[in-house]
């Protein structure tokens, strides 16, 4: 998982194409679980995080570059 500081220096782009990846990865997590073949349960709680974070980022960017104009 990315740390916030990290996250700053990438583009908008690249933080939601990682952001899809994250929420397919979290829909497979969930039909894993609901299917019993989940191993790793502390899993679906890093990717939910990480979600959380790239959101955080991108409303932050976004945010900043509507303060700029």
Request: aromatic content about 4%; proline content about 0%.
């Given at each position: 998982?990315s740390?916030?500081?990290?996250?700053?220096?990438?583009?908008?782009?690249?933080l939601?194409?990682e952001?899809?990846d994250?929420?397919?990865?979290?829909?497979?997590?969930?039909?894993?679980?609901?299917?019993?073949?989940?191993e790793?349960?502390?899993?679906?709680r890093q990717?939910?995080?990480?979600?959380?974070?790239h959101?955080?980022?991108?409303n932050?960017?976004?945010?900043g570059?509507a303060?700029?104009?």
């Open positions: 998982m740390k916030a500081s990290e996250l700053h220096n990438k583009s908008i782009e690249e939601q194409g952001l899809a994250l929420k397919k990865e979290q829909f497979n997590l969930r039909f894993q679980k609901a299917t019993n073949q989940l790793n349960t502390a899993r679906i990717v939910r995080r990480g979600i959380a974070r959101r955080t980022v991108i932050a960017k976004r945010s570059a303060t700029k104009e």
